[in-house]
Antibody, heavy 116, light 110 residues
Framework: QVQLVQSGAEVKKPGSSVKVSCKASGGTFSSYTISWVRQAPGQGLEWMGRIIPILGIANYAQKFQGRVTITADKSTSTAYMELSSLRSEDTAVYYC?????????WGQGTLVTVSS | NFMLTQPHSVSESPGKTVTISCTGSSGSIASNYVQWYQQRPGSAPTTVIYEDNQRPSGVPDRFSGSIDSSSNSASLTISGLKTEDEADYYCQSYDSSLWVFGGGTKLTVL
């Protein structure tokens, strides 16, 4: 079973960018999609976008178009999500999730706090 | 845009059966797979149902999923409720292959 390990918590200033990593181990990385999902405090799950590492093709939710970039490094089995022009409303836990064909595996989450 | 609607909360007693609905806003919910995720407080989501009615390894058979085309809804049914089932549950499907989540349902087992 694949394990997804994300980078640690971040505190960022408004207007800056954050880059969160998600390293996969114990399974095939390139053939399955990696999605990024966020959850603001007390709120539901919100899909941001995804990448298919073997193709290097990313798709984004319309809400985040132009502000989010999802990439993947096949050599290290690591996916990245970079969010720019941060504002306070971006304070949330960010999850990576791999659709492995027998259910979705989730990372442990990364708390990103945006505060001046 | 395609949306999924879930009840905000449901409650039931231990040992009983509860069903959580997830209604599609348009089109046919049967056209795309539906997944269900469980999220306990302070934890990451986990998959309890994938591809409408499949259980990942390790998920007890008390959890089951179904699709009702007549009501354009998916359902998650949990039988023999245990206090450990108390959590938020989210349905997820697709809109032009992009993920769409329901708003989540808080299950209280009391």
């Amino acid at each position: 079973q694949v394990q997804l390990v994300q980078s640690g918590a971040e505190v960022k200033k408004p207007g800056s960018s954050v880059k969160v990593s998600c390293k996969a181990s114990g399974g095939t990385f390139s053939s399955y999609t990696i999605s990024w999902v966020r959850q603001a405090p007390g709120q539901g799950l919100e899909w941001m976008g995804r990448i298919i590492p073997i193709l290097g093709i990313a798709n984004y939710a319309q809400k985040f178009q132009g502000r989010v970039t999802i990439t993947a490094d096949k050599s290290t089995s690591t996916a990245y999500m970079e969010l720019s022009s941060l504002r306070s409303e971006d304070t949330a836990v960010y999850y990576c999730a791999r659709d492995g064909g027998i259910g979705v595996d989730w990372g442990q989450g990364t708390l990103v706090t945006v505060s001046s | 845009n395609f949306m999924l609607t879930q009840p905000h909360s449901v409650s039931e007693s231990p040992g009983k059966t509860v069903t959580i609905s997830c209604t599609g806003s348009s089109g046919s919910i049967a056209s795309n797979y539906v997944q269900w995720y469980q999220q306990r407080p302070g934890s990451a989501p986990t998959t309890v149902i994938y591809e409408d009615n499949q259980r990942p390894s390790g998920v007890p058979d008390r959890f089951s999923g179904s699709i009702d085309s007549s009501s354009n809804s998916a359902s998650l049914t949990i039988s023999g409720l245990k206090t450990e089932d108390e959590a938020d549950y989210y349905c997820q499907s697709y809109d032009s292959s992009l993920w769409v989540f329901g708003g989540g349902t808080k299950l209280t087992v009391l």
